[in-house]
């Protein structure tokens, strides 16, 4: 079979090999998994010219001293020494071995994050320090600590290491499939799930050469088991502490198994880093045509991201984080990280069918037989699956597209105002990028009794480390380049507001997004809505005239204008924040 190494690469490794009795047992892991499905599929695997590295290729099994990859002297942690990069056969043995979850019954490993199900983003903060402070957009979602307090506990975690871990795992890879734009990073962790987790959701190696001479861009040291008893003292908000340091090139995460700390630290990162080389960094899902056309998906939880862009006629080049270098698009990961609550084969197949060996479950309960139960909510609604990209059947193998046709920005207007798709000028596409708008409804959390809005700068705020006009500068030079057509679809509520209309239909939604991938959108008129100042188109194939224009779908005219113009005050005000000195100023392109 055909294992992405030359005959000379593969004699080497042998010879490297500390404990050549892994690579045959990989061999035989192999050749059972692997031809126990379909000759076809096996071929498919061994074939696939993809970013992506496969469980096909041959990783170190044993485990190599911290000095011989520089992770003495570049962390302090001396004695501590590390599997590297384990292949899926080794990461799964390592995981049963060590009792750190459950085998599903659907071959996919199940395990438990502890008390955090999500991440911790008050405990989040960065070591305040030139220049590096000079750009952080600092607030609550960028907290600041002095550097002292930073190096306490970067000393803290290496002790740990040192005095109580023999052997840990490192994933040595990257961020990013384009090589041009990617950077490389280092993740240490104790756990082989956590090894697991992030093996899934960045950049493999294709061969142990490529990572010969590693020198990372960014290190993350995992020591999620131990905590911070004098955060008082240190300024911190609670035991728990995701650290950043700029200029030192690291992070450290105390007190926190969840492993989407990890993700979105990296992703956090690459928001500071490629804007600064003019790249767009984008919190977005994308997927591209069989003609090339490419497609950028904003929209926060609940909107549809996800779904919409798993079109079964396109390929998926990712589902969460991307970049827009000179060459287009790229992913910055190499898998998905999918919510599982409610999760059927019926509702979401190509996510459902993902879920197999090589896939990492968390937070599931699982029934007899290992079945996962993804209805029951009881340890929390955000249950998760990570699993590498490869296992959606129609993903995008290079991970990249061209520089995108349209962009559409997702919301789930529960207010029932907004129509469910209008075209966006230039200057309405980076007022509605920073506004970020969907809505919570009554039922989603305690003590909502009505549609309140749901505003989150770049359709995610949480992980923009620079001022957010920043970014949306940045996406208009883009568009203008490029030609780039914007439109802002609504998945929510048509004919009255929550409790009184009713959802948007998939039916319509797709109908509305196909449109707008096929292009026949723009042989449609349009009317501008006098409010929000956006265009609607006033006929559209599939899609009932009175749905198009929203207030055709109210019976209380009255009560729509008055709506509207509510929901127009809070992009007002929610906008206000963004009005600084210094800063382009996008509000007349916002509602009157």
Same mark, same amino acid.
């Given at each position: 079979?055909?294992?992405?190494?030359?005959?000379?690469?593969?004699?080497?490794?042998?010879?490297?090999?500390?404990?050549?009795?892994?690579?045959?047992?990989?061999?035989?892991?192999?050749?059972?998994?692997?031809?126990?499905?379909?000759?076809?599929?096996?071929?498919?695997?061994?074939?696939?010219?993809?970013?992506?590295?496969?469980?096909?290729?041959?990783?170190?099994?044993?485990?190599?001293?911290?000095?011989?990859?520089?992770?003495?002297?570049?962390?302090?942690?001396?004695?501590?020494?590390?599997?590297?990069?384990?292949?899926?056969?080794?990461?799964?043995?390592?995981?049963?071995?060590?009792?750190?979850?459950?085998?599903?019954?659907?071959?996919?490993?199940?395990?438990?994050?502890?008390?955090?199900?999500?991440?911790?983003?008050?405990?989040?903060?960065?070591?305040?320090?030139?220049?590096?402070?000079?750009?952080?957009?600092?607030?609550?979602?960028?907290?600041?600590?002095?550097?002292?307090?930073?190096?306490?506990?970067?000393?803290?975690?290496?002790?740990?290491?040192?005095?109580?871990?023999?052997?840990?795992?490192?994933?040595?890879?990257?961020?990013?499939?384009?090589?041009?734009?990617?950077?490389?990073?280092?993740?240490?962790?104790?756990?082989?799930?956590?090894?697991?987790?992030?093996?899934?959701?960045?950049?493999?190696?294709?061969?142990?050469?490529?990572?010969?001479? !590693?020198?990372?861009?960014?290190?993350?040291?995992?020591?999620?088991?131990?905590?911070?008893?004098?955060?008082?003292?240190?300024?911190?908000?609670?035991?728990?502490?995701?650290?950043?340091?700029?200029?030192?090139?690291?992070?450290?995460?105390?007190?926190?198994?969840?492993?989407?700390?990890?993700?979105?630290?990296?992703?956090?990162?690459?928001?500071?880093?490629?804007?600064?080389?003019?790249?767009?960094?984008?919190?977005?899902?994308?997927?591209?045509?069989?003609?090339?056309?490419?497609?950028?998906?904003?929209?926060?939880?609940?909107?549809?991201?996800?779904?919409?862009?798993?079109? $079964?006629?396109?390929?998926?080049?990712?589902?969460?984080?991307? &970049?827009?270098?000179?060459?287009?698009?790229?992913?910055?990961?190499?898998?998905?990280?999918?919510?599982?609550?409610?999760?059927?084969?019926?509702?979401?197949?190509?996510?459902?069918?993902?879920? +197999?060996?090589?896939? %990492?479950?968390?937070?599931?309960?699982?029934?007899?037989?290992?079945?996962?139960?993804?209805?029951?909510?009881?340890?929390?609604?955000?249950?998760?699956?990570?699993?590498?990209?490869?296992?959606?059947?129609?993903?995008?193998?290079?991970?990249?597209?061209?520089?995108?046709?349209?962009?559409?920005? %997702?919301?789930?207007?529960?207010?029932?105002?907004?129509?469910?798709?209008?075209?966006?000028?230039?200057?309405?596409?980076?007022?509605?990028? %920073?506004?970020?708008?969907?809505?919570?409804?009554?039922?989603?959390?305690?003590?909502?009794?009505?549609?309140?809005?749901?505003?989150?700068?770049?359709?995610?705020?949480? !992980?923009?480390?620079?001022?957010?006009? +920043?970014?949306?500068?940045?996406?208009?030079? +883009?568009?203008?380049?490029? +030609?780039?057509?914007?439109?802002?679809?609504?998945? &929510?509520?048509?004919?009255?507001?929550?409790?009184?209309?009713?959802?948007?239909?998939?039916?319509?939604?797709?109908?509305?997004?196909?449109?707008?991938?096929?292009?026949?959108?723009?042989?449609?008129?349009?009317?501008?809505?006098?409010?929000?100042?956006?265009?609607?188109?006033?006929?559209?194939?599939?899609?009932?005239?009175?749905?198009?224009?929203?207030?055709?779908?109210?019976?209380?005219?009255?009560?729509?204008?008055?709506?509207?113009?509510?929901?127009?005050?809070?992009?007002?005000?929610?906008?206000?924040?963004?009005?600084? $000195?210094?800063?382009?100023?996008?509000?007349?392109? &916002?509602?009157?």
């Amino acid at each position: 079979h055909n294992f992405n190494l030359s005959a000379k690469d593969f004699s080497a490794l042998i010879n490297q090999s500390k404990n050549n009795i892994t690579i045959i047992k990989q061999m035989t892991y192999l050749r059972s998994f692997y031809c126990a499905s379909s000759v076809a599929r096996l071929a498919a695997l061994s074939a696939r010219s993809s970013a992506f590295n496969s469980p096909l290729n041959i990783r170190y099994a044993s485990t190599i001293p911290a000095s011989a990859i520089g992770i003495d002297s570049a962390t302090g942690i001396t004695k501590t020494e590390f599997y590297r990069n384990l292949s899926y056969p080794d990461i799964f043995e390592h995981e049963v071995k060590n009792k750190e979850g459950e085998v599903a019954s659907n071959g996919a490993f199940a395990c438990m994050t502890g008390k955090f199900t999500g991440r911790s983003p008050k405990d989040k903060f960065f070591a305040k320090q030139t220049p590096s402070d000079q750009f952080l957009d600092w607030g609550p979602i960028n907290m600041a600590i002095a550097p002292q307090v930073y190096k306490d506990i970067y000393k803290r975690a290496v002790d740990y290491y040192n005095n109580n871990v023999d052997k840990a795992y490192v994933f040595d890879g990257f961020c990013g499939t384009n090589p041009k734009s990617r950077k490389s990073i280092r993740i240490i962790t104790e756990l082989a799930w956590q090894h697991h987790f992030v093996t899934n959701m960045f950049i493999r190696s294709k061969s142990p050469k490529e990572v010969e001479n !590693f020198t990372p861009d960014y290190t993350i040291i995992n020591a999620c088991k131990i905590t911070n008893p004098d955060y008082k003292e240190k300024g911190l908000n609670s035991d728990v502490a995701v650290v950043f340091n700029v200029e030192d090139k690291m992070a450290v995460i105390t007190g926190t198994y969840y492993g989407g700390e990890m993700k979105k630290g990296i992703f956090s990162m690459m928001n500071y880093w490629l804007p600064m080389e003019g790249i767009m960094a984008m919190h977005c899902s994308a997927n591209k045509g069989k003609d090339g056309d490419t497609c950028l998906f904003f929209g926060l939880s609940g909107t549809g991201k996800t779904t919409l862009s798993a079109d $079964p006629n396109r390929y998926l080049i990712g589902d969460d984080e991307h &970049g827009w270098d000179d060459d287009g698009i790229f992913n910055f990961e190499g898998g998905c990280y999918a919510k599982t609550i409610k999760l059927s084969r019926e509702s979401e197949p190509e996510i459902f069918d993902a879920i +197999k060996r090589d896939a %990492l479950i968390e937070n599931v309960k699982l029934k007899e037989g290992g079945v996962p139960d993804y209805d029951d909510s009881s340890i929390t609604e955000n249950g998760r699956v990570s699993y590498p990209i490869y296992h959606i059947s129609n993903h995008e193998p290079t991970g990249m597209g061209g520089h995108p046709n349209n962009i559409i920005f %997702l919301t789930c207007d529960a207010f029932g105002v907004l129509p469910p798709v209008s075209r966006l000028n230039e200057g309405q596409a980076m007022y509605h990028f %920073l506004s970020g708008y969907t809505a919570k409804v009554a039922g989603t959390e305690r003590g909502i009794v009505e549609p309140i809005p749901n505003f989150s700068a770049c359709f995610g705020a949480a !992980f923009m480390t620079l001022h957010p006009t +920043k970014y949306a500068d940045l996406l208009k030079e +883009k568009l203008r380049t490029h +030609k780039t057509n914007c439109y802002l679809v609504n998945t &929510g509520w048509t004919g009255g507001a929550y409790g009184v209309g009713k959802r948007m239909s998939i039916k319509a939604t797709r109908a509305c997004v196909d449109a707008i991938l096929d292009g026949s959108i723009e042989k449609s008129s349009f009317k501008t809505d006098p409010i929000f100042g956006f265009e609607i188109p006033t006929s559209l194939h599939d899609v009932p005239s009175n749905v198009l224009d929203p207030k055709d779908s109210w019976t209380d005219k009255e009560a729509f204008e008055s709506v509207s113009h509510k929901l127009a005050g809070m992009f007002k005000s929610n906008y206000e924040k963004f009005i600084k $000195p210094g800063v382009t100023d996008y509000s007349p392109y &916002g509602p009157k």
